[in-house]
């Protein structure tokens, strides 16, 4: 179900639209900063592109030609955790009531995690998300917390629940 629909009912258009994701390879295209922003939401000003990557951390990328900045095909010049974070800002752009993350925070710095971790925790309160991750940082603020085997599902509760269990999530947090 998804939003009180079964999800085999929705066409591929709005299922579209009900979902964000940040995939583990993050694709852009070859086109201008601006051009790969709006796939996520067409009718953005440049006042909101330019707020959302503020908020994740690239207004760097706003020097220079800005919004018209060429990226080119996968936007080569730029690092895997500047990737990583215009993802996470197509997402935000896109607003859907289910977001799913994979691997959302591979390649940032401690630092740089926190903080789109604190992004994410506010900007989606009121969503339906699904995170895929090896980095057990921020897992506490989910509401269910699965771990999985092999393929398998080995644990799943709260933070403290798993933390109370001692098991596998208890024995990756003791190995931080």
Do not use: C
Request: aromatic content about 4%; hydrophobic content about 40%; glycine content about 8%.
């Amino acid at each position: 179900m998804l939003n009180d629909s079964p999800i085999a009912s929705l066409n591929e258009a709005a299922l579209r639209q009900t979902i964000s994701v940040v995939p583990q390879r993050v694709h852009l295209f070859s086109a201008t900063l601006r051009d790969n922003l709006l796939l996520a939401s067409p009718g953005s000003s440049d006042e909101a592109l330019s707020e959302i990557l503020r908020r994740v951390g690239l207004e760097k990328l706003l020097e220079d030609a800005g919004l018209n900045s060429w990226l080119g095909e996968g936007g080569r010049q730029l690092s895997g955790g500047e990737l990583r974070r215009l993802a996470i800002a197509r997402a935000l752009l896109h607003d859907a009531p289910l977001v799913l993350l994979d691997e959302p925070t591979e390649g940032l710095d401690a630092t740089t995690e926190s903080q789109i971790l604190e992004l994410l925790a506010e900007m989606m309160r009121e969503k339906t998300v699904l995170m895929v991750t090896h980095r057990l940082r921020g897992l506490s603020r989910f509401q269910q917390i699965i771990v999985m085997d092999n393929g398998q599902i080995i644990e799943q509760g709260t933070h403290a629940e798993l933390l109370a269990r001692q098991g596998r999530y208890y024995q990756f947090k003791q190995g931080l």
